[in-house]
């Protein structure tokens, strides 16, 4: 069982990506998932995340208003939209599925489901 991650790569800034995270074994099922990202030397700090039922959202402060967590469930798929990048929004991103627990959580320890992780870098 793992989650395959799609999307990442280099773009100016200013522009958009769109990351995806697929389920290969209905990992997703009840669970809520959630966008983290890691700059080199800096730990792993929460991006954004979606209940099971996509009705609660939390994003980073650093993030609001730019970037969208969404979830196609009968797809077993779940997205970011980033729009509007920033220099500082480069780093591996890394989509995760929560223990079998409806609600997110912001702690990475929370997630037991990791993608491989996808390189987003933004040129200046």
């Known amino acids: 069982v793992q989650l395959v991650e799609s999307g990442g790569g280099l773009v100016q800034a200013g522009g958009s990506l769109r990351l995806s995270c697929a389920d290969s074994?209905?990992?997703?099922?009840?669970?809520?998932v959630a966008w983290f990202r890691q700059a080199p030397g800096k730990e792993r700090a929460i991006v954004a995340a979606?209940?099971?039922?996509?009705?609660?959202?939390f994003y980073a402060d650093s993030v609001k208003g730019r970037f969208t967590i969404s979830r196609d469930n009968p797809k077993n798929t779940f997205y970011l939209q980033m729009n509007s990048l920033k220099p500082e929004d480069t780093a591996v991103y890394y989509c995760?599925?929560?223990?079998?627990?409806?609600?997110?959580?912001?702690?990475?320890?929370?997630?037991?489901?990791w993608g491989q992780g996808t390189q987003v870098t933004v040129s200046s």
């Open positions: 995760g599925a929560r223990f079998p627990v409806t609600d997110y959580d912001t702690r990475a320890s929370e997630y037991d489901y």
């Open positions: 074994g209905r990992t997703l099922f009840s669970r809520a």
């Open positions: 979606i209940s099971w039922s996509g009705d609660s959202t």
